[in-house]
């Protein structure tokens, strides 16, 4: 059912398109393609249709790895951009002027780009801010930041909790994994020094990891490490979404998903330590049966130990008992200020998150909602799809033009499901609320 859902979701692009502006030529505009380096050393992207309509439609990319290509980008898909330069949009958009976890450079690269836009172009008669991932907590930066020089943002599978409660709540996970299935060891888990080192704790993880898929127990500890990062049920559209009740099919789903947990937490925290001068994140002071008992996935949990025969109360206990990890103050500080959020908004933010997100579980929303001084300015909406930033093209346009609706209105409408379904031809978008997230952290920076 969800595989038709989604082609017609893609079939239906174009009524989607016609929402966004005049009808369509039949004849691609006149593009004007501009590429060339900032100060900083980040390239630009620039495209501007010979019919500008005055928007320029910002764009931030997401994360890069270390060393790998680092094209500018100015669009999400290739179909968005062609739909948008149609419609007389200017998409502009910069590389950054490094790859890895670069927001100390990704804003300033951005408005910097900005800026060369204006001389160049003339100044926009609007400017809205819009990204994927790691992108996404860019732009809802820019918003929070630059206000003056937004009048809106489109945050699309946004880091919206922040990076001082990415890094805690990314540990906790490892942390479950390294006490239950490696009882005693002190394989790392911050304060990596070099790659080699994540390396070797990303192997020592796995194998650990499959070890415990091979008893009930076993199976059940790993269901209680994704539940304290809410990794979902259902993380890859290749993998069956679990029937309610299915809780051996989540379990699977899950422990597939933690390997890409094992990965990022350990490969991609020791670039960033690098970055901060030391570890960013702590569990001094965590109670895990609380956060357990917080978790959408503690059904799930007490299922699988029942089936297993185990006690959950001593894995529990067994959790309280083994040796925490403190912070570095100045990583710490490093981090709140690359990037965490004040909540404060001046200008309308729209999120949309996939539901079944296992690199940013979806309850990162519920950290932002929750940090947000001005909730009016604030809309959020959720499709129910596995993965990450897994979103239609006419999903992404729908959520465009409802933002620039509310900017033009100045007030808020067609942000229901229905009301974004009937924009994107899509069934996807639901309504969901998301559980609390584990660890929110709001700095005052």
């Keep these: 059912m969800r595989t038709r859902r989604v082609t017609a979701a893609i079939a239906g692009l174009a009524v989607v398109v016609a929402g966004l502006a005049a009808p369509a030529s039949a004849v691609a505009p006149a593009v004007t393609h501009v590429e060339g380096t900032l100060p900083s050393g980040a390239a630009y992207v620039f495209d501007v249709p010979e019919a500008w309509n005055g928007t320029v439609l910002l764009y931030s990319h997401g994360y890069t790895p270390k060393g790998a290509p680092n094209p500018a980008q100015n669009a999400p898909s290739t179909g968005v951009r062609d739909t948008l330069l149609d419609r007389g949009y200017a998409l502009i958009g910069s590389s950054y002027a490094d790859t890895g976890w670069v927001l100390e450079q990704a804003l300033p690269d951005q408005v910097a780009t900005l800026d060369v836009f204006g001389a160049r172009f003339g100044k926009a008669r609007r400017s809205l801010a819009w990204g994927t991932s790691l992108g996404g907590m860019i732009t809802t930066g820019l918003l929070e930041r630059y206000p003056a020089r937004f009048v809106g943002g489109l945050a699309m599978c946004g880091l ?38 994540a390396s070797a704790s990303i192997a020592a993880l796995n194998a650990a990891l499959a070890t415990a898929q091979e008893t009930p127990a076993g199976r059940a500890r790993t269901a209680l490490a994704a539940a304290l990062h809410n990794i979902p049920a259902w993380p890859d559209p290749a993998l069956p979404e679990p029937a309610p009740g299915d809780d051996a099919t989540a379990q699977r789903n899950q422990a597939r998903a933690l390997g890409t947990t094992i990965y990022v937490g350990l490969s991609w925290r020791q670039e960033a330590e690098s970055r901060a001068g ?35 109360d001593d894995d529990l206990r067994a959790l309280a008992r083994a040796p925490r990890i403190s912070a570095d103050p100045r990583a710490v500080a490093y981090m709140a200020r690359n990037l965490s959020f004040t909540g404060r908004l001046k200008d309308p933010l729209l999120t949309i998150h996939t539901t079944g997100d296992p690199l940013v579980p979806v309850q990162v929303q519920s950290a932002y909602r929750e940090a947000v001084r ?15 930033c897994t979103f239609t093209d006419g ?17 808020w409408t067609g942000t229901s499901p229905e009301a974004l379904n009937a924009l994107a031809s899509s069934w996807d978008f639901v309504h969901y609320r998301p559980a609390p997230y584990p660890r929110p952290f709001t700095a005052k920076v």
Excluded: C
């Excluded at 001005?374 to 990450?388: I, M, T, Y």
């Excluded at 959520?399 to 900017?407: G, P, Y």
């Design 278 to 312: 030391g570890n960013m994140s702590w569990n001094t002071g965590v109670d895990y049966r609380r956060m357990l008992a917080k978790s959408s996935l503690r059904a799930e949990v007490d299922a699988l130990y029942r089936a297993a025969g185990a006690s959950l």
């Design 374 to 388: 001005s909730p009016e300015l604030l809309r959020q909406a959720f499709v129910h799809r596995a993965g990450h």
């Design 395 to 411: 999903e992404m346009l729908a959520a465009l033009k409802t933002l620039e609706r509310r900017v033009g209105l100045g007030y």
């Design 160 to 197: 919206e909790q922040g990076g001082v409660a990415n890094w805690n709540n990314t540990l906790d996970p490892l942390f479950a994994l390294r006490t239950l299935l490696l009882p005693g060891s002190d394989v790392p888990l911050v304060r990596l020094t070099d790659q080699t080192t």
